[in-house]
């Protein structure tokens, strides 16, 4: 990551660019700040919830219901607020990547990127613990910009994001026993959004710091599995959750943003 962000910044400061914002032709860079703060509500969902032991469901199982059964629009009301924590600095800045184009004077489509990928298997004496994780996202957005005083500009912006996130978790242990957790979630969002671009560096102009305020329905599919075995008994008992979520909130967000190309405005 830090090979990634030095070669951006090497890049912008060193091609000598100047008085680049938001003409066609133009490439945009946008990265995070680590400073994102929302609420969402539920607004719909449905869940199935099994427990078996050897393939068979335990008695009162399987569960099925709609959203009404576990939330309600009061109670299901969520805020979170991740602007102050600023570990894993790095990260931060990489999370939410994406790289625009304007095809017209102040017309830009672009793509957002996310993909991670964990993998750990710890040996000791008595257990062995593996870990894997594989999430891969991807947004494309169109932005719409209009100048303002002073040089800067307010963009309205539209997206849709779907991403996939998988997780694995299991412990082997050394008397034939062993758990495993599985999460699989697919997920969808449409934004719509309002942002200020205020250009830095009146010399050169390819930098840029853009808060942003927006709205975002979302849809979210998730299944779980937990699974436990017991070699003395040889039973398997296996629980198995889906769970179908729908949402809508609001968002506020800071990004940083480089503008790469030709001459918009002459000083």
Known sequence: ??????????????????????????????????????????????????????????????????????????????????????QNWEDRFLKGVSFGYFVVDGFLIGLGLDLGVANTNVDDTTEINK?????????????????????NAIFFESSFRAGVNNTKLGTDYSNGDWDEYVNNTFGSTIGLGVGYSIFSFNSREIFSIEPMIGFN????????????????????????????L???????????????????WSH
């Open 1 to 86: 990551m830090k090979n990634i962000i030095t070669f951006l910044v090497v890049a912008l400061f060193t091609l000598n660019l100047s008085a680049q914002k938001i003409e066609k032709g133009i490439w945009q860079i946008e990265i995070g700040t680590g400073i994102n703060t929302g609420f969402d509500w539920t607004t719909g969902g449905t869940f199935d919830y099994d427990n078996t032991v050897n393939g068979t469901s335990l008695s009162g199982y399987p569960i099925s219901g709609d959203w009404k059964d576990f939330y309600n629009s009061e109670t299901s009301l969520n805020f979170d607020v991740d602007a102050t924590n600023f």
């Open 131 to 151: 870990a894997g994780n594989f999430s891969l996202g991807a947004t494309p957005k169109v932005r719409y910009y209009l100048t303002t005083g002073r040089g």
């Open 217 to 244: 329905i979302n849809s979210t599919n998730t299944k779980d599995i937990s699974t436990v075995y017991n070699k003395a008994s040889d039973t398997k008992t296996v629980i198995t959750n889906n769970t179908k």
């Open 246 to 264: 729908q949402s809508m909130g609001a968002y506020f967000k800071i990004k940083l943003a480089f503008y790469l190309g030709r001459h918009f």
